[in-house]
């Protein structure tokens, strides 16, 4: 009978430290998860940069196809003029 009960007391120690170990691996994770990133000013900079000049090359290739187009478009213009002038 003392076995019995010095094995529920076991058993009910186990369980207490699983449950306190198990609260301690939450808290840390969670305090690992809110805590602020932290970067480099070095790394700030390369990823305004990289985005800078993304959007600048997107820019860039807008006015390539407005300038193209509206090139085409007079040149449109011109020949239905003289066309239709004659």
Do not use: D
Not at 18 to 42: C, G, H, I, N
């Amino acid at each position: 009978m003392s076995e019995l009960l010095q094995l529920r007391h076991e058993i009910n120690e186990f369980a207490q430290y699983t449950q306190m170990v198990a609260e301690s691996r939450q808290s840390k994770t969670s305090k690992m998860l809110y805590q602020p990133e932290k970067l480099s000013p070095l790394s700030k900079i390369k990823e305004k940069a990289f985005s800078g000049a993304f959007f600048g090359l997107a820019l860039l290739a807008m006015a390539g196809w407005v300038y193209l187009l509206s090139s085409i478009f007079l040149k449109f213009v011109v020949w239905c003029f003289y066309y239709f002038a004659q």
